[in-house]
């Protein structure tokens, strides 16, 4: 599951674009607005300050929520990778530039459309119609006032009227969108001449004056920071765990006193699902054409063709590009009348539509776990592992704790290690960004060693396989390396530049040679190059045949073709030059066009949509005053 919010991880800033994800404020908790004077301040929009203590509450249920998606996997290095701060201020930012367009705008939203769209969410429904107290228990359980939802869910409303108005002059063009798919759908072949600048890394000549000018300019890139060399003491978990005696009666009172909690497998499906999502803002009859479009793939589905190519082709929820994969999942997860929908289904068997503020769902039941609760004898184990690898926790901490305390006494560090028979271990130097060799990524032993001085003795440190005991033995301090220290270093970025200028040149030179011969194999035997093939490949690919997956080339931004066989430049892709000529194409079959033309449309029209969205976003953003603190930066 972790994977997929991985992947999803961007879907938060398209859900907050096209503003219909209601249900997700209601079951995870809106953004607090509550300021109170004094706070420290984390950022400034046009003026209006985000505190420490709103980010602080978003971010709270922002992170309940990836944990209890994650079902306690969430660790403090998952969430750096996630970067949920980064992705939660941008989205504050993006709420607030909108709010404050809100009031520029003088758009209002009446008590009346409030109430009748807050009714309208399932969250808050009982059999299908709004019931207060259930309304009011949701917000109790995520820690919110009524006057402070409807706050919320105001400006939603609000941003929506905003991305109605914005919305409403987009269209597409069936010509326009059949061009674009013939584009997309065709196959080419190119020619390629590759020019790898490290061919010409001897011709690169440097000069002591440059060497000299480099160094001055980038005395601050080539600082070397702070850095610490550390004796330490390891209590391996393992090594003290396996003398950890493990009796009935341990697994007994285990089991009993974790039954329920641990030993308890509630009921789970593992299903594929498909999302025809509704435009934003769309009436009556715009929603009658999608849920058209959703029957026609449920009876696709329903006849036996693949669940996971239909999800592909049709859905519009993230998921798609896993085939509609949605993993394992138990009751609650889902909004309550998909939840309902998907564990009435059996093993095999396909949902009907089911309707939600986002569109028309189809689920399908790929596998069925029922509820059962682990006997004693199927899980002892399971438990002796873990009461010893707790144990053996346990003694580590505590064999530590003990030696430190030896060591605080004058003892020294050797001898502890000894009378312990544990080796003692010296760190290489390391910087505070370095993991240190044969500790890994170790968060706290780091910020130990930084925060010691010289000979000081770390409190015990706990890491995920060892306890530790650190002593600083030596500190260098941060400082700019003399320039023979780094003047390797220099030599190499200054040839590595001056070869790649030397290969756009010849680059260049060929490029002007072939817009007048038009022939690259001609031009390319006159300089003892070879000339390639690409091979068939779409335009839409994400790599080009034989070249792989370029980073700073796209297939389709490469705009040669029958009618223009020659392109305007050359293209560059880590530190290679490439010249391209087209060879040949094979036209789109546009068959596949003719018979779901309306999807394409459809399709079409949302992707415009959301460019259009995103284009409104950044010139909001390209106009404001946006102050963020330098020291929240450095953190996320």
């Known amino acids: 599951m972790l994977d997929v919010l991985r992947k999803r991880k961007r879907s938060w800033i398209i859900v907050f674009f096209v503003a219909i994800i209601v249900a997700v404020f209601v079951l995870w908790g809106v953004g607090s607005s509550i300021k109170e004077p004094g706070e420290e301040t984390l950022a400034k929009i046009n003026g209006e300050v985000v505190s420490q203590r709103e980010f602080a509450l978003e971010y709270e249920r922002l992170v309940d929520f990836y944990r209890q998606t994650n079902k306690g996997t969430l660790t403090p290095e998952v969430l750096k990778t996630l970067n949920l701060k980064g992705m939660l201020l941008e989205q504050i930012i993006q709420r607030r530039l909108l709010i404050q367009e809100v009031r520029r705008l003088g758009l209002n939203v009446r008590d009346e459309e409030v109430m009748e769209s807050i009714a309208s969410i399932p969250g808050f429904q009982v059999n299908g119609r709004f019931s207060k107290s259930q309304y009011l228990q ?30 409403d002059a987009v269209r597409v063009t069936e010509e326009e969108v059949r061009e674009r798919y013939g584009l997309a759908q065709e196959r080419v072949n190119f020619y390629f001449v590759r020019l790898p600048s490290s061919q010409f890394m001897s011709q690169a000549e440097i000069q002591e004056e440059e060497i000299k000018k480099y160094y001055e300019q980038n005395k601050e890139a080539l600082k070397q920071p702070l850095r ?187 001898s502890v290690a000894k009378e312990r028979g544990i080796p003692l271990k010296v760190s290489p130097f390391f910087s505070a960004s370095d993991p240190v060799p044969e500790i890994g990524p170790v968060e706290q032993f780091s910020k130990a060693a930084f925060s010691l001085g010289l000979n000081e003795i ?87 045949p034989k070249l792989g997956a370029l980073q700073e080339i796209r297939p389709g931004e490469i705009p040669i073709s029958t009618q223009r066989p020659i392109p305007d430049r050359v293209y560059a892709d880590k530190g290679d030059l490439y010249l391209f000529a087209f060879k040949e194409s094979k036209e789109a079959d546009m068959e596949p066009f003719e018979k779901e033309k309306d999807r394409f449309l459809e399709t079409a029209l949302q992707e415009k949509r959301q460019r259009v969205l995103q284009g409104f976003m950044e010139s909001l953003k390209a106009k404001a005053r946006i102050e963020v603190e330098p020291r929240f930066l450095e953190e996320s």
């Open 228 to 414: 610490v060399q550390v004796e330490y003491l390891e209590y391996p978990f393992d090594l003290f765990s396996s003398h950890v005696q493990v009796s009935d009666k341990d697994i007994d009172e285990y089991y009993q006193a974790n039954r329920e909690k641990k030993f308890h497998q509630p009921q789970a499906i593992r299903a594929r699902h498909i999302l025809v999502r509704f435009p934003s803002g769309a009436g009556a009859e715009q929603k009658e054409t999608i849920r058209a479009k959703a029957e026609g793939v449920l009876r696709d589905a329903r006849a036996g063709r693949d669940f996971a190519q239909l999800a592909s082709n049709y859905s519009d929820d993230p998921t798609s590009s896993q085939g509609g994969d949605l993993g394992w999942l138990t009751p609650g997860e889902l909004p309550p009348s998909l939840d309902k929908a998907a564990f009435a289904l059996r093993k095999g068997e396909t949902s009907s539509l089911v309707e939600t503020s986002l569109g028309y769902h189809i689920v399908k039941v790929e596998e069925r776990r029922e509820e059962k609760t682990k006997s004693r004898n199927e899980v002892k184990d399971e438990i002796a592992r873990t009461i010893k690898a707790e144990r053996g926790r346990a003694a580590a901490t505590q064999a530590a704790d003990s030696d430190r305390e030896k060591a605080l006494s004058a003892t020294d560090f050797s």
């Open 458 to 544: 770390s409190s015990t440190i706990d890491g995920p396989v060892a306890s530790y005991l650190i002593r600083v033995k030596e500190r260098k301090e941060a400082a700019v390396p003399t320039l023979e220290t780094v003047r390797p270093e220099i030599e190499k970025s200054i040839r590595a530049a001056k070869a790649f200028e030397l290969a756009t040149q010849n680059a260049n030179a060929l490029l002007q040679e072939l817009k007048k011969e038009k022939d690259l194999k001609k031009v390319a035997k006159g300089h003892g190059l070879s000339v390639n093939e690409t091979g068939w490949f779409h335009r839409t690919a994400s790599q080009v």
């Open 138 to 167: 949701v917000l109790r359980a995520k820690r919110l006032s009524p006057s402070q939802f409807e706050a919320e869910h105001r400006e939603q409303l609000a941003i929506q009227k905003i991305y109605a108005i914005v919305l």
